[in-house]
C-alpha cells in the first residue's frame, strides 16, 4: 500500500469498542500520544451486545471515576438465579459492587469514549486497518479512510482491541485456535407484561435454554436457545421464536412484546497463543472469545486492558526498569486468566446443554453441590465476578503479592479515588518513615496511610490495583 506521509504517535489502539476505549483513556491519561483508528463511522454503536458488568470492572471503573455514573444508567442484581436451585447471592461479596449491573453495552462505551476524548485521544472513526509491519524501533500501520484516503501511521507501539476478527491478529499471522460452542442463540431486548419472581432468571430443560435480564427501564434482555431450531445466524428471528424458547426454559414468556432488538447468533471458544507479539499486542474479543454464559466478554476485555495500559504508559515514559519484562508480563498474568474464562464459561454452557439422565443428574448435583457448599460457591462467585481473579505470584513472595487489592480506607480517602490519579499507591502506617519497595517500582508512587491508626503494615498497590508488594 502506498501510505501518505507518516504520522508519529506513541500508541495506535485498533478499535473503539470498550477494550479498546479503556486503552486508550488511560494511556492519554498518562500523557501520551494516541491515536485510535475505528472501522465504524462515529456515533453508530456496536449494539446492545454485553449487558452484565461484573464487580471487578466496576471497580476498575471506579478507579477511573466512572462507575457511580454507570451504575445510575442500569439496574443492579445481586442475585443470579442459575439453573434448577443454584442461586449466586452477590450481595456477599466484599466490594463496593455487591451485584452484577445490568446495563447495555453501550453505556459502557459512552462513558468510556466521552473520557478518552477529554485525555485527548486522536480518534479517526470511519478508518481500517489493512496491514501493519514492525522493526526495532517503530510499528507502522497502513489504514484506509472513508473517503478511501490511504495513510501510514506510525508509533512506539500498538494494541489490537479490534474485536474477534481481528486484522491485527491475521497481519501477525497468529492463529485461533478453538471450536465453535454453539449455535443459533437469539438475543432481543423486549418489554414483559409480568415480571420474573427472580430479576435475573437461568433455566433450562438440555433442549432448550433462556435467560432474562432487566435494564431497570422497563427493558429486559431475552437469551435463549433451543437444540431443534438450529439454522444459521443469518436466518431472521421473530419475537415468536423468543417466546417459544422462554416457555420451553423458563416455563413462562412473561407476555413479551415490543422487541427493540433482535438478533441470532454463534459462539465459539477461542484463545490466541501469544497476546505479545515485539510492539504489537492484542487484547479484549482479538485474543479470546468464549460461550456468553457468566458474562464475560466484556468484563474481561476491560480486564485485559487495565493491566496493559499501565505497563505501556510506564515502558513509554521511561520509567521500567526492565521494560521488556514488564511488557511480558501482559501476556503472562492475562492470558491464563483467558484460558480459564473459557474454561468456565465454556463449562457452564455445556451443563445448560446437557441432555442425557446422567448429564442431567450432574447439573441437578452441580447445582446442589454450589449451592450448599460454601467454598465452591465462593469461588464460583470470585471467578463470574472477577472478584477472586489474581496474578500468579513467584516463589517466595509474600502471600498478598498479585491479589485484588481491596477498597481500603485511608487517612487520605478510599483506596479506589487514589488509583484515579494512575499510578502506584503505598500505603504506610500513619507517621512511619517512608519504607521502600524491596524492588525498583516501574512508576511513579502516591504514598498514602491507613485510616486505622493500629495497622503497621506495608502494601504497594499498582496502578490496576493489584498488590506489587506487603510486609506483614
Ligand atoms: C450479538 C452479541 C451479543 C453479545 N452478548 C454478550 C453478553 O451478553 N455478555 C458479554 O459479556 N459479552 C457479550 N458479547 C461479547 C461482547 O460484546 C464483547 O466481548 C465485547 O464487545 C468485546 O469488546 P472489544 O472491545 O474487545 O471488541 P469489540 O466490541 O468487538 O470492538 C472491536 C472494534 O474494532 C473495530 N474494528 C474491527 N476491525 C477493524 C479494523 N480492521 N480496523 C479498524 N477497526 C476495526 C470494530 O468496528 C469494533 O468497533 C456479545 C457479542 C455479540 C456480537
Known amino acids: 500500500m502506498n501510505g501518505t506521509a507518516g504520522t508519529e504517535t506513541d500508541v495506535i489502539v485498533v478499535g473503539a469498542g470498550p477494550t479498546g476505549l479503556l486503552l486508550a483513556g488511560d494511556l492519554a491519561s498518562a500523557g501520551l500520544r494516541v491515536t485510535v483508528v475505528e472501522r465504524r463511522p462515529h456515533g453508530i454503536s456496536n449494539m446492545t451486545r454485553a449487558f452484565g458488568v461484573h464487580a471487578r470492572t466496576l471497580e476498575l471503573l471506579d478507579a477511573r471515576s466512572l462507575a457511580d455514573e454507570l451504575v445510575r444508567t442500569g439496574a443492579p442484581v445481586t442475585r443470579l438465579r442459575l439453573f434448577g436451585r443454584l442461586t449466586l447471592d452477590l450481595s456477599r461479596l466484599r466490594s463496593r459492587f455487591p451485584f452484577v449491573l445490568i446495563t447495555p453495552q453501550y453505556e459502557v462505551e459512552r462513558l468510556l469514549e466521552r473520557r478518552a476524548t477529554a485525555a485527548g485521544v486522536d480518534f479517526r472513526y470511519g478508518t481500517e486497518l489493512r496491514a501493519l509491519r514492525q522493526d526495532a524501533d517503530a510499528v507502522i500501520a497502513d489504514v484506509t479512510a472513508a473517503d478511501g484516503t490511504d495513510a501510514a501511521l506510525r508509533a512506539r507501539y500498538l494494541v489490537g482491541a479490534d474485536g474477534h476478527r481481528s486484522a491485527v491478529r491475521r497481519e501477525l499471522a497468529l492463529p485461533f485456535p478453538g471450536r465453535s460452542v454453539i449455535r443459533s442463540i437469539v438475543l432481543a431486548d423486549v418489554r414483559l407484561a409480568e415480571e420474573p419472581e427472580e430479576l435475573v432468571t437461568v433455566g433450562g430443560t438440555g433442549d432448550t435454554f433462556a435467560f432474562i435480564a432487566p435494564f431497570g427501564d ?71 472469545v468464549h460461550s456468553p454464559a457468566g458474562g464475560q466478554g466484556l468484563n474481561t476485555g476491560l480486564q485485559d486492558a487495565a493491566n496493559l495500559s499501565w505497563k505501556l504508559a510506564s515502558v513509554l515514559r521511561g520509567e521500567a526498569h526492565d521494560p521488556e519484562a514488564l511488557l511480558d508480563s501482559y501476556h503472562s498474568e492475562r492470558h491464563p486468566v483467558g484460558a480459564t ?55 517466595g513472595a509474600h502471600r498478598l503479592t498479585g491479589r485484588r487489592a481491596p477498597d481500603l480506607r485511608l487517612a487520605e480517602g478510599r483506596l479506589y479515588e487514589l488509583l484515579r490519579r494512575g499510578e502506584f499507591v503505598l500505603v504506610a502506617p500513619p507517621g512511619a518513615a517512608p519504607q521502600g519497595p524491596h524492588t525498583p517500582v516501574p512508576g511513579r508512587v502516591i504514598r498514602a496511610s491507613w485510616a486505622n491508626r493500629a495497622r503497621h503494615d506495608t502494601l504497594l498497590v499498582r496502578p490496576d490495583g493489584y498488590i506489587a508488594w506487603a510486609t506483614d
Open 218 to 288: 422497563g427493558w429486559y434482555r431475552v437469551m435463549g436457545w433451543n437444540r431443534h431450531r438450529q439454522v444459521a445466524d443469518s436466518e431472521p428471528v421473530g419475537l415468536d421464536e423468543v417466546r417459544e424458547i422462554a416457555r420451553l426454559g423458563l416455563g413462562s414468556d412473561f407476555g413479551m412484546r415490543d422487541a427493540r432488538w433482535i438478533s441470532r447468533f454463534h459462539s465459539d471458544e477461542r484463545q490466541v497463543p501469544a497476546y505479545r507479539t515485539g510492539r504489537v499486542f492484542l487484547a479484549g474479543d482479538a485474543a479470546h
Open 341 to 395: 474464562v473459557l474454561r468456565s464459561s465454556g463449562a457452564l454452557i455445556r451443563l445448560a446443554m446437557a441432555r442425557g439422565p446422567l448429564q442431567r443428574a450432574a447439573r441437578a448435583l452441580g447445582a446442589g453441590f454450589l449451592d450448599t457448599v460454601r467454598p465452591a460457591a465462593t469461588k464460583a462467585m470470585g471467578q463470574i465476578t472477577g472478584i477472586g481473579i489474581a496474578y500468579g505470584a513467584g516463589r
